[in-house]
């Protein structure tokens, strides 16, 4: 793979930080080194010493003062180093990329933390997309990533759905507008990004099959393309397996993948981690250096501490109990959604995920009825638009969530939306 050309030019041009990379130096010193060097406050100063959580399982995790001071402090831009070495051995444990063993230029796995997926996704557009770039997505999808992208002066192209996720076919024939050949020269803007959701897919739950990834995964072959692969719903599957992820299948070194502990163990404390190659991983790890510096060491410090007395099977574990409560969740949304829509929507039940994306029927734009209408019945939700390349374009659909409401609620929810739309329905007709 040539990395270079991915990069954009403000990516190109960084440089490293000297202090940063002294304080990741320091980081890796013995004790017994006497640093003059780092601009970094004293933590005997710091008014807080110690904390003591407690876990739902009644035990507890303790942060002793020693803990607490590097907990509170400056920390390596890449992340906590032992949190790095535990997701570095979770990523081998569920996806064994191919690009573990391979080296450095050739996109050996790198892997940095960051404040929740989504500073790593906008950190990595803001490395590979220049303006007028061709950009490939999902369509519908993220609206965080719309927002991330449409400032960066790009040309958002949707990439059809279905309730399975991209179509391949739809994918080759747009990328038929290019020659493969052309990928090199610039002028030819071939599309040099594909941004995929694939597992439970925001907002569609939409989730990729292997067989499609495998199609997917040879047209970014052809056409030399970088696959970022955003999974914060990868632990939300309900089938037994994981499905096959693109890092698992990555032989050339061109997927990124973003992941994210926020559905699974905490949104607040905003730890994400992406992971590539470590070419454009180093590049992320540059521009952290001069904005986050880092992700917070108490975040990290605190996760590492859960983690490493869970172990990897703990975690799993703990995993298994989300999925089950997620999917009590859908299956009680989707009888509300029978009980009361049957006849008014359409939808696909998710195999993955927190959303059920519903198209309603007899209104081709949502957008004035959820935003105006639905607030006086007192039910949120989302409309369809908000999530299109281009809001302005109509949506039928609505993204309703099941993650936060109780089945009660829900019924109820669904039971004023299915009012609100005969409402809508009659007022057209
Ligand atoms: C596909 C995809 N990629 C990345 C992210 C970001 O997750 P992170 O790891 O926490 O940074 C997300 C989070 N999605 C949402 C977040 C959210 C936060 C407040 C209020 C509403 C929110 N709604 O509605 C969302 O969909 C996502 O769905």
Redo the contacts with the bound molecule.
Sequence with gaps: MNYARFLNAVSAARRESPIRALTDRLATLPPSVISLAGGVPNPDTFPLKSASVNLSDGTKIDIGSTLMKRALQYSATAGVPELITWLKDLQKKLHNPPTMTYSPDKGKMELCV????????SKVFEMLVSPGDNVLLDAP?????IAALKPLGCNLIGVPTDQHGIVPQALKDILSKWSPEDSGKPEKKNPKLLYT?PNG???TGASLSTERKIEIYQLAQQYDLIIIE????YFLQFNKEFAPSFLSMDIDGRVIR??????ILS?GL???YVTGPKPLIDRVILHMQVSTMHTSAFSQILILELLSKWGVEGFMEHIEGVKKFYQTQRDALLASAEKWLTGLAEWHSPSA?M?LWIRIKDVPDTHKMIMQKAISKEILL?PGSAFNLNSADSSSYV?A?FSLSSPEQMDEGFKRLASLIVEETKARS
Aim: charged share 20%.
């Design positions: 960051t404040s929740g997926s989504q500073e790593g996704l999808t993220y609206s965080g990533t959701i897919g925001n907002p955003d999974d914060p719903y973003a992941d994210s502990m926020s559905k949104s905003r730890i994400g995920g959303f989302v993204r969530s």
